[in-house]
């Protein structure tokens, strides 16, 4: 082996030896993971699963609103729900009830935080609800909505990594997808 | 693994990205494993075709950024001749993985910065290992010519 060489692989074996993962990495991973796992049994408990909820629902109704969120759409003048036919420029009212004294929207296109309610100015609070709206521009969009006893961490920008930590901190959440094409 | 990450796709956030996708992978496959290789080579497998996706995801949202990584050029150039010091090899050397196939380059990383030996690697890329140690072999001369014409030094 020429010596030329022998240095180019030295370097090979230093490279990236200043790199460090981004601090917290492992805490994110077991969040997502732990949210993400496999649903195949669910394949095959999902009619038994369903049949004990409904039950479970109707025996037990709740005293208290839980979190939900409500997607509707402005078309021009066509109000509409669901994102069959969503297009650049439509008008996404993202509601979601308030379960718990902490609460927010978080809106993401392509991963990335485009809106946090409450903060931003296209956000309505009442005592009831939380509405973000927001002009949707081409990507994939997900919405999510946060409600705790405790206060939410505040979004840093990404999608996974908020989501992860608001979980962490024990927030309940419901989130929805939709692509803008 | 955040390192080999970084360096097969010279972008921090997405090596990031990756490495968690890695980890939530192997979380959720861990009951798959079967133990024929090391958790490591496992893992390294896991990361070498999720790097190749984010590659390829990249490549297409980012075809019209095509540019000579010129910038990274160490300046001003050694005269003819001079050794290159460590810190130019570094940078040409980064500057010219970037022009070698994916392939050659996940397989330099993964024998060099990872130490991994060609049957291991054999496993992680589905190759001959005797077909991978002949990209090695082919690339190092590849590289040489290619940091010494960037700097203009010798090695």
């Given amino acids: ?181 | 693994m955040y390192r080999y990450c970084r360096e097969a796709l010279r972008d921090a956030t997405l090596a990031d990205d990756v490495q968690q996708q890695v980890f939530i992978e192997a979380f959720r496959d861990l009951p798959k494993f079967t133990h024929r290789s090391s958790v490591r080579t496992w893992l390294f497998a896991i990361a070498r075709h999720r790097v190749l996706d984010a590659a390829k995801s990249r490549r297409r949202a980012q075809s019209h950024i095509e540019e000579d990584d010129a910038t990274s050029v160490p300046d001003p150039r050694p005269s003819a001749g001079e050794r290159i010091d460590d810190g130019r090899l570094r940078d040409a050397l980064v500057a010219c993985l970037d022009k070698l196939r994916e392939s050659v380059r996940t397989a330099l990383l993964l024998r060099f910065q990872q130490g991994f030996t060609f049957e291991d690697m054999s496993e992680m890329c589905r190759e001959k290992p005797g077909t991978l140690q002949a990209q090695v072999t082919r690339a190092l001369p590849v590289l040489r010519e290619c940091i010494e014409g960037r700097t203009g030094g010798a090695l």
């Avoid at chain 1, 394949?43 to 004990?52: D, K, L, N, R, Y």
């Avoid at chain 1, 208290?64 to 402005?74: K, R, S, Y």
């Avoid at chain 1, 929207?105 to 609800?129: E, K």
């Avoid at chain 1, 705790?148 to 959440?173: C, I, N, T, W, Y």
Wanted: with cysteine; proline share 7%; glycine share 8%.
């Fill in chain 1, 1 to 181: 082996m020429t010596e030329p060489i022998a240095r180019i692989e030295a370097a090979l074996t230093g490279l990236g030896a200043e790199h460090e993962p981004p601090v917290g990495w492992q805490s994110r991973v077991l969040a997502a993971a732990t949210t993400r796992k496999s649903p195949k049994w669910w394949w095959f408990a999902a009619p038994a699963v369903a049949a004990v909820v409904v039950v479970v629902v109707i025996l037990q109704q709740p005293d208290e609103p839980g979190l939900e969120l409500a997607l509707t759409f402005d078309q021009g003048n066509v109000v509409v729900r669901g994102d069959t036919s969503l297009h650049a420029g439509d008008v996404m009212h993202a509601a979601a009830t308030r379960g718990g004294p902490y609460y927010a929207v978080w809106i993401y296109r392509n991963d990335l935080l485009v809106m946090a309610c409450p903060g931003a100015i296209q956000c309505r609070v009442t005592n009831q609800a939380i509405t973000a709206d927001a002009t949707l521009a081409l990507g994939r969009y997900s919405i999510v909505a946060l409600s705790s006893d405790s206060p939410l961490p505040p979004p840093k920008g990404r999608f996974d990594g908020d989501l992860a930590r608001a979980m962490e901190a024990g927030a309940a959440v419901r989130s929805k997808n939709l692509t803008v094409r």
